[in-house]
C-alpha cells in the first residue's frame, strides 16, 4: 500500500478520496485554486499545495504543475478523481513518466474507451451490442446530416471524446440537424478540445444502465452488480439507484458478462463503467424483453459510486488504491453480494424552474440530514463544502450527493424523501424540492424509468404550487412575530403584540410567493390569541384559522388551521425561506410603504442570467427580433446556455463582446420594443 498519495482534483471527490486513504493510513496532499484556498478538501489532507487560478485550464488541468506538487510532496501515486484529469491519456502517461502511479486504468485503455466512435469499433469486434449509427473518422458536416437522414430521426449527436452530456444534442427533424450539429461541435471544442462527433439512432423511453466493473493487474475483472441512472436533465443524471428496478436475473448476468468483455477487450485495470442504452420494446412491465446496447466506457470513477458501495458493502476506493498497489481483486465474481437497494440524490445549485440553469452564491444556510455509518449507512452526504462557501461559475453546479439505503426500494424511497426534507440550503436556488417532487411522483415510485421522465411529467413537477401554500405563509409570519417579540424585550409599549384599550387589534401583510402576491390578515384576540387569514390578491381565501407558534430546539412548532408540525425559517432580509413537512418555499414579508413607487418592469433590456462568458451574439444592431429567438450564447460553469428573446422588439445596441466574462445582471443588449 502506498505511504502518500496526491488528490488531483477538488470538492466532495477530493474528500471522499481522503476519508479512505486516511482509514488505510496513507497520507494525502491536496492541490488547489485560488477560488478554492479556504476549502474543504485543502483542510482534510495532510497537506496542500497552491497550483493556479482559478479556472480549471490555470489549475486543476495543468498536469505539469500537479506532477511537480507530487514529486514536491513526495507522493508516490496520483488519484485523478472524476472529471478534469481522469480520462487523460497524457495525463497518466506522463505520471508514468515521473515515475508516478496513476490510479485508473492504463494510458492504453483510457485512448482507446476515450474517443466514442473509436470505442464502438473495438465492442463490435470484442461482440458487444451497438445502437445503430454512425462513428466514421471523416467528419463533412454534409457527410454527417446524409448518415443522420438515413439513420432516422430522431437522431442523437454526440460529441466522440464527451462525457457528463456535454456535446450531445437530440435532433428532432432533419432541418434541425446543422445547427445542432454546430453547437455540439462548438460545446465539444471548448470542454474536450476536440469536436468530432457520432450519430446515433435515437432509442424510444431508453433507459440508461451501467454496470460497475473492476479489474486488476493479475488478470482478474469482475462486475459489481448495475445503476440506474435514467432520470436525467440536459443529459446529466439527477437520480441514480442500484440495484436496477425490474431487471431480471438472466438480463444482469448478460449485461454483467457483457460489461466484463468490454473492460477486458482493452486490458482495463481499475475501477471504470461500462454504460449502456436499454430498450424497452415491451414497455416498463416486460423486463424480459429488454435490449441492451453499449453506450460508452467511462474509464474512472462515477459520481454514482456510492450507490454501489451501499449494496455491496465494499468501499470501492478503497480498491483502487489496492489493485493500484500491485493487489489482486478483494473478491472474485461468484463472491460479491448485493444486500437492499440504495439511491443517489445530486444536490445541485441551479433553478429546475428555468430550465436548470445555474446558479451561483454563498451557502448562508447549509444543513444537512444526520448521517450513519461510512460505507452502509442508511443516510450518507458525500460534500466539499461548508455552510458560509461560496459556489462559483469555475467549476461544476453539483453542490453535494445524498445516498440512502434500505431494505427495500420503498424504504430507501421514505428515506431520501425524508433526508431531502432535512436538507436546507439558503443563499442559492437549488434542486432540492424538485428532487423531491421527482422521488415523489408516480413514475418514479412505480420505477417507470426512462431517460424521458423529467420531460414526461413535467405537467406535476413545475409550474405549479408545490408545498402547502398557505401552511409556508403562515409559517413566515410566526417567524416574523416571534423576531417581533426577541427584539421587543421587556418594554410593553416597544410590543407588537396587538394590545389596545379597546376593540380589536388587526394587522394586514403585503406577503409575495414566486412572484404572486398574497394577502394576510392577522387578528390579535384576548389573552395573546391570533387568528390568521391567507388570501390571493384577488381576494380568494386559501386558509384560515387560529395561528399559535412555540420555539423548539428543531425549529417552531406551528398550529394553524387544524395543521400541526415543526417548520425551519431563515431570514434573508425580506425573504423568509421556508422549510415544512410539505417541502420548502420562500415567502417575502412586504412592508407596503417601503416599495411604494417601484416600477413593475424594465422593459427593453436582456440581463445575463448568471455570471459567465459570452460566447457570441446570433444578431446585429438594428435586426428585428421575435419572442423566443435567440439572441446570445453564454457559457457558464462549463455549459452552454442560449439567451432568447422576451418579446419582440429591434436590437439597438450590444454592449459586450464575444469572450468577455460578464457578472451576472449585466446588461447585455438593448431592445427598442
Not at 453480494?337 to 454563498?362: K, W, Y
Not at 439558503?426 to 408516480?442: C, E, Y
Request: hydrophobic fraction near 45%.
Amino acid at each position: 500500500m502506498f505511504q502518500k498519495i496526491l488528490i488531483a482534483n477538488r470538492g466532495e471527490i477530493a474528500c471522499r478520496v481522503a476519508a479512505t486513504a486516511r482509514r488505510l493510513g496513507v497520507k494525502t496532499v491536496a492541490v488547489y485554486s485560488d477560488a478554492d484556498a479556504q476549502a474543504p478538501h485543502v483542510a482534510v489532507c495532510d497537506e496542500a499545495v497552491h497550483i493556479g487560478g482559478s479556472a480549471p485550464k490555470d489549475s486543476y488541468l495543468r498536469w505539469e504543475r500537479i506532477i511537480e506538487a507530487a514529486r514536491q510532496t513526495g507522493a508516490q501515486a496520483i488519484h485523478p478523481g472524476y472529471g478534469f484529469l481522469s480520462e487523460n491519456e497524457d495525463f497518466a502517461q506522463a505520471c508514468a513518466a515521473a515515475g508516478l502511479v496513476f490510479i485508473g486504468p492504463p494510458a492504453s485503455a483510457i485512448s482507446a474507451m476515450g474517443l466514442k466512435a473509436e470505442s464502438k469499433r473495438l465492442m463490435a469486434q470484442a461482440g458487444v451490442p451497438l445502437v445503430p449509427g454512425y462513428q466514421g473518422v471523416e467528419q463533412d458536416p454534409q457527410l454527417l446530416q446524409r448518415e443522420a437522414d438515413a439513420i432516422g430521426y430522431p437522431v442523437l449527436i454526440k460529441a466522440s471524446a464527451g462525457g457528463g452530456g456535454k456535446g450531445m444534442r437530440r435532433v428532432e427533424k432533419s432541418e434541425d440537424f446543422a445547427a445542432a450539429l454546430a453547437s455540439c461541435q462548438r460545446e465539444a471544442s471548448n470542454s474536450f478540445g476536440n469536436d468530432a462527433v457520432l450519430v446515433e439512432k435515437y432509442v424510444q423511453r431508453p433507459r440508461h444502465i451501467e454496470i460497475q466493473v473492476f479489474g486488476d493487474t493479475h488478470g482478474n475483472c469482475i462486475y459489481l452488480f448495475e445503476r440506474d441512472c435514467s432520470v436525467q436533465r440536459r443529459h446529466q443524471k439527477v437520480l441514480e439507484e442500484a440495484p436496477a428496478p425490474g431487471m431480471t436475473e438472466a438480463l444482469r448476468r448478460r449485461m454483467g458478462q457483457a460489461a466484463v468483455a468490454a473492460a477486458q477487450a482493452v486490458g482495463y485495470v481499475g475501477a471504470g463503467t461500462v454504460e449502456f442504452i436499454v430498450e424497452q420494446p415491451g414497455g416498463y412491465e416486460a423486463p424480459e424483453q429488454m435490449k441492451f446496447y453499449f453506450m460508452e466506457m467511462n474509464t474512472r470513477l462515477q459520481v454514482e459510486h456510492p450507490v454501489t458501495e451501499a449494496i455491496t458493502g465494499q468501499d470501492l476506493v478503497e480498491w483502487q488504491l489496492r489493485v493500484a498497489s500491485g493487489e489482486p481483486l478483494p473478491l472474485a465474481q461468484a463472491d460479491v453480494r448485493c444486500s437492499g437497494h440504495a439511491i443517489e440524490a445530486r444536490i445541485c445549485a441551479e433553478n429546475p424552474e428555468n430550465q436548470f440553469l445555474p446558479a451561483t452564491g454563498t451557502l448562508a444556510v447549509y444543513r444537512k440530514p444526520v448521517c450513519s455509518s461510512f460505507a452502509r449507512g442508511a443516510v450518507r452526504v458525500d460534500d466539499g463544502v461548508c455552510e458560509g462557501d461560496a459556489i462559483s461559475p469555475f467549476y461544476d453546479s453539483m453542490i453535494a450527493k445524498l445516498i440512502v439505503h434500505g431494505a427495500t426500494r420503498a424504504e430507501a424511497l421514505a428515506r431520501l424523501d425524508a433526508a431531502l426534507a432535512q436538507t436546507h440550503i439558503v443563499g442559492l436556488a437549488t434542486n432540492v424540492q424538485f428532487l423531491r417532487q421527482v422521488v415523489q411522483s408516480p413514475s418514479f415510485a412505480q420505477a417507470q424509468l426512462d431517460t424521458a421522465l423529467i420531460e414526461r411529467e413535467a405537467a406535476q413537477l413545475f409550474g405549479q404550487e408545490r408545498v402547502g401554500l398557505a401552511l409556508a405563509a403562515a409559517a413566515a409570519i410566526a417567524q416574523q412575530l416571534h423576531d417581533e417579540q426577541a427584539q421587543a424585550g421587556a418594554d410593553p409599549f416597544s410590543q407588537r403584540d396587538g394590545w389596545q384599550s379597546h376593540g380589536l387589534m388587526q394587522r394586514r401583510l403585503a406577503l409575495d410567493w414566486d412572484g404572486q402576491a398574497l394577502v394576510a390578515l392577522l387578528r390579535y384576540g384576548r389573552g395573546g390569541a391570533l387568528h390568521l387569514s391567507v388570501a390571493g390578491a384577488d381576494g380568494a381565501p386559501l386558509a384560515a384559522g387560529p395561528l399559535a407558534f412555540a420555539p423548539q430546539a428543531a425549529g417552531l412548532q406551528l398550529t394553524f388551521a387544524g395543521q400541526r408540525c415543526t417548520v425551519q425559517v431563515y431570514a434573508e432580509g425580506e425573504r423568509r425561506h421556508v422549510f415544512t413537512p410539505q417541502g420548502a418555499t420562500c415567502i417575502t414579508v412586504r412592508d407596503p410603504l417601503a416599495h411604494a413607487g417601484e416600477a413593475a418592469t424594465e422593459g427593453g433590456r436582456l440581463t445575463a442570467p448568471m455570471p459567465g462568458k459570452l460566447l457570441s451574439f446570433a444578431v446585429q444592431p438594428g435586426q428585428a427580433v421575435r419572442p423566443g429567438q435567440v439572441l446570445a450564447v453564454m457559457e457558464a460553469m462549463k455549459m452552454e446556455h442560449s439567451i432568447c428573446a422576451p418579446q419582440a422588439g429591434v436590437v439597438a445596441e450590444l454592449l459586450y463582446a464575444p469572450g468577455e466574462q460578464v457578472p451576472e445582471g449585466a446588461e447585455l443588449l438593448r431592445l427598442q420594443t
